[in-house]
């Protein structure tokens, strides 16, 4: 099945592939498959068996700019296919340092490690009374190992 690209305005490609999903499953578009990958923003990629199908199912909806004329060749598209296995290189006893919201800035010592979820338990270093929390992993950057 040809792989097609539809333009979409900068940020809103969610709700255009929410959109399209949405159209697909209500007419019963023959739409195989939608992929938003995050390295390409203002397109979203539909399989789908013709161009014809791809434009029933994006009139109508909102911040569709077009479709792309030509289809995407699977070389283009494989890469963003692949599972990645990210590694997770803290582990418990860790200090770290809180980078989002509410608690930047933040001292915290890793309890607890769980890479199926890819989260951390932590307890703050400068509260009175050690509560865990449990947060992503992206919220929080190593600062010095328990190896050390």
């Known amino acids: 099945m040809p792989i ?3 333009r979409t305005t900068l ?5 255009v592939m929410e959109g399209i999903a949405q ?10 498959s939608l992929l938003l990958p995050k390295e390409v923003k203002g397109y979203v990629l539909i399989e789908a068996e013709s161009m014809g199908t791809i434009r029933a199912a994006i009139r ?3 911040h569709a700019r077009g479709i792309v004329e030509k289809p995407v060749g ?10 990645k296995p990210a590694e997770i290189k803290m582990k418990k006893g860790d200090t770290v340092e809180m980078v989002s919201d509410p608690f930047r800035g933040e001292k915290a010592k890793i309890i607890r490690v769980d890479p199926t979820k890819r989260e951390v338990t932590v307890e703050m270093a400068e509260a009175a009374i050690p509560i865990p929390m449990t947060v992503p992993i992206e919220a929080v950057r190593l600062i010095k190992s328990s190896d050390e």
């Open 11 to 15: 940020g809103r490609e969610a709700s």
């Open 60 to 62: 109508g909806v909102n």
């Open 4 to 6: 097609w690209a539809v």
């Open 23 to 32: 159209a697909a499953r209500k007419f019963s578009h023959p739409i195989f």
């Open 74 to 83: 699977m070389k283009e598209v494989e890469h963003f296919l692949e599972a």
